[in-house]
């Protein structure tokens, strides 16, 4: 099958396994960009109301900047969909821990036109009315249409006395074509934004059929089953403003992205905002498989990038079970103490110890009163190690991830000292090689809600490693591949949420 890729005129963008026969999907596929970069202009003062002027001049001065660092690759004959981060009309100015309130962000707001007969709305026309009531929509559109490409753009859409974070889709002739209200906000969000609807999103861009999510919504166990197994899409782009110092562990935009991916078996095409170390990382992943992606870890650097799919093949379940056993993704009700994340207890246990050249252990939890949660890890340090005795720790934890997120996780993580494990002090270095690592873990099964586990792992200076070098099923274990690997940080970890 490689083989016949390898010889083929044109790329193809997905190709289905089924049962041992390889099917493959001839159709031209597009090409999917994403924009890793930071807003150019932000509100002067956050102290009062911005014009509908001011607002409109920031948010096109932003859109001017981000079109002029993109241009449509006319050497490939396959139609182009961008993808823009999200918060990237305003950035976040607007936000609860600045004080700020929807008052002051009124004029940011876009109330987006009603769909029309056929489903779609024309934001690119020649009537200079429409292009003065809503001046950003039809910039995007328009664009959209001049460069004959797609476009996926997140902004704050007013609707039915409801305010909701949003990415808005617009074809190549500049018509409206979808829009997804963000479903899962962040606890900050819910000062200035409503709740998305119970409802998924998809575009169809040729004959792929493709999903839509936003940022928090990566954690949780919708949209995503929804637009796999209901709408068996053929990828999903993500709109994203990550925080990447938000969980302790340490779990990064691209650590969380390719793990996403690899998780559901689907063609991720992430966008992230770059306003240094804190916020960045954006990528290309196909069933966690590294297509292309940026991370920087310089503090204060500000980076932007174009990451493309070009000529690249991509693998998809095209909606068919992602994780091994029959119906292992059917939903289940959760009972109503899971859903209070209050219950949740927060158990901690950390065995921190010095890697040096040689270390060898076992470790194991298990305390079946109080969290339901078992896990065994191996670990054996290369003699070779040039780690210089680095401080990592097994760890297993029974808690939250923010507020409403209930978690588990095992695994191994990076310690700043043998007293700085599990806070929110983060060594990102490593210069410790493993010869094996091999994780088994037993999530609560009493939570009843089958996800799949999201293996976080990277090396050093937070780096993403590729598929080939761990070894998962994405529910309960994690092999290492390649002895000699440097590690950083290795662990599986499953949302109840």
């Known amino acids: 099958l490689e083989e016949h890729l390898s010889l083929s005129p044109f790329p193809l963008l997905t190709f289905t396994l089924l049962c041992l026969l390889s099917t493959l999907i001839t159709a031209s596929p597009p090409l999917v960009s994403v924009l890793e970069t930071f807003p150019v202009r932000y509100p002067t003062r956050t102290d009062r109301v911005c014009s509908k002027t001011e607002a409109v001049s920031i948010m096109n001065a932003n859109l001017d900047f981000y079109f002029s660092t993109f241009q449509r690759d006319l050497s490939r004959d396959s139609t182009e969909v961008l993808v823009l981060p999200e918060d990237g009309l305003y950035g976040d100015e607007f936000s609860p821990t600045k004080n700020i309130t929807w008052d002051l962000f009124v004029n940011f707001q876009i109330v987006l036109p009603q769909y029309g007969d056929e489903g779609k709305v024309n934001l690119c026309p020649t009537s200079a009315t429409f292009n003065e009531v809503h001046p950003t929509l039809s910039k995007i559109a328009c664009e959209a249409k001049k460069q004959g490409i797609w476009i996926v753009v997140n902004l704050a859409d007013f609707q039915d006395n409801h305010r909701y974070n949003t990415v808005l889709v617009v074809d190549p002739e500049g018509y409206f074509q979808a829009k997804y209200h963000k479903r899962n906000l962040f606890p900050d969000d819910l000062a200035l934004f409503s709740p998305g609807e119970a409802r998924i999103q998809t575009f169809n861009v040729e004959d792929q059929h493709i999903g839509l999510m936003i940022c928090f919504d990566i954690f949780f166990s919708e949209p995503a089953r929804q637009l796999i197994q209901q709408e068996r899409v053929d990828s999903i782009v993500f709109s ?13 935009a691209v650590n969380m992205q390719q793990a996403f991916s690899r998780a559901y078996k689907v063609p991720l095409f992430a966008s992230n905002m770059n306003v240094g170390f804190v916020d960045s990382g954006s990528g290309i992943y ?36 992602v994780m091994d056993g029959n119906d292992v993704l059917s939903i289940f009700p959760r009972s109503q103490k899971h859903r209070d994340s209050s219950s949740s207890p927060e158990i ?68 700043a000292s043998m007293h700085e ?6 060594e ?61 940080n290795a662990f599986l970890f499953k949302s109840f949420a």
């Open 240 to 252: 994203t403003y990550w925080v990447n110092t938000g969980t302790v562990p340490y779990i990064s």
């Open 428 to 488: 990102l270095s490593s210069h410790t090689s493993f010869e094996t690592f091999d994780l088994v873990v037993d999530f609560d099964g009493e939570r009843n809600i089958s996800t799949p586990a999201f293996p976080i792992i990277s090396t050093d200076d937070a780096q993403l490693l590729d598929v080939d070098v761990f070894e998962t099923d994405c529910l309960n274990n994690m092999h290492l591949n390649k002895p000699g690997t440097i590690l950083l």
């Open 421 to 426: 494990c599990f806070t929110d002090k983060f």
């Open 348 to 415: 901690l246990t950390l065995e921190p110890f010095v890697a040096s050249p040689g270390f060898s252990r076992h470790f194991e939890y298990k305390n079946d009163n109080l969290d339901n949660l078992h896990c065994e890890l191996n670990v054996t340090v290369s003699q070779s190690s040039t780690g210089s005795n680095e401080v990592f720790a097994f760890v297993a934890y029974t808690g939250n991830f923010f507020e409403p997120l209930p978690v588990q996780l095992c695994g191994m993580i990076r310690c």
């Open 286 to 321: 196909d069933a966690g498989r590294l297509v292309a992606y940026t991370f920087n870890t310089k503090r204060g650097e500000k980076i932007t990038k174009v990451l493309r799919s070009d000529g690249k093949v991509y693998t998809t379940t095209n909606g068919g079970n």
